[in-house]
């Protein structure tokens, strides 16, 4: 059964750093990892999403890498702003349909 | 091109009604799935709909149900409501239905549901 964590539960840091967020996951036969972005009380918005052949998916400020044989999965957000305080989930689809298996998420605070 | 909308967004039912969510999907999507989000947790899985039939089913109990009609909009409908039912329920569409794993999904805002 594949179960999807993700460290730490809360950021809070200053504008203008570079930030990782870590996501893992139990079983490593994946099709695909997806990062999302969740704000206060609305639905979420995909940012990247990485195919079980890739190690990498990048989207201007943002990274995502891939690791299936460590099950780690990291969003590195550079230059961080106010603007990116947000939740971050990531989800693994490991069942297909769009069957995604989703972490509690990171909550992350950019303070000017 | 519009999103995926959702309606009502928000309701609040007591314990025992039924209660029936609705989600438009994205223009040029055939398939729509249902997630269940409870407070600070992830979403999870309850099924998907691809060509008006329900294609893929996560833990959830049969008193949850849904359709899918011909112009891709879908229902979530959920019977005998108890007090854990309290949530966020997300609805995503996507263009492919098949099992490849290769969907992005586009998400609604989401139907926040009290159950009292």
């Known amino acids: 059964k594949q179960e999807v964590t993700q460290i730490p539960a809360a950021l809070s840091v200053p504008e203008g750093e570079n930030l990782v967020l870590n996501c893992s996951f139990t079983?490593?036969?994946?099709?695909?990892l997806q990062w999302f972005r969740q704000d206060p009380g609305k639905g979420l918005t995909s940012l990247l999403l990485?195919?079980?052949?890739?190690r990498e998916q990048t989207s201007g400020r943002l990274n995502a890498s891939l690791d299936k044989s460590s099950g780690r999965s990291t969003l590195y957000i550079a230059a961080s702003q106010p603007g990116d305080s947000a939740t971050y989930l990531c989800a693994a689809n490991s069942g297909g349909y769009n069957k995604l298996i989703f972490g509690a998420g990171t909550r992350l605070a950019v303070h000017p | 091109e519009t999103g995926v909308t959702q309606s009502p967004t928000h309701l609040i039912k007591t314990r025992g009604q039924q209660v029936t969510l609705r989600c438009s999907s994205q223009?040029?999507?055939?398939?729509v799935s249902w997630y269940q989000q409870a407070l600070g947790q992830g979403p999870q899985f309850i099924f998907q709909y691809y060509r008006e039939e329900e294609n893929g089913r996560g833990n959830f109990p049969p008193r949850f149900s849904g359709l899918q009609f011909p112009n891709y909009s879908s229902e979530l409908n959920v019977n005998a409501l108890e007090l854990d039912d309290s949530a966020l329920y997300l609805c995503?569409?996507?263009?492919?239905?098949?099992?490849?794993?290769?969907?992005?999904?586009?998400f609604g805002a989401g139907s926040r549901l009290t159950v009292l």
């Open positions: 223009s040029g999507h055939n398939t």
């Open positions: 079983d490593s036969a994946i099709y695909n």
């Open positions: 990485i195919q079980s052949s890739q």
């Open positions: 995503a569409s996507s263009l492919v239905g098949l099992p490849t794993g290769a969907n992005v999904l586009t």
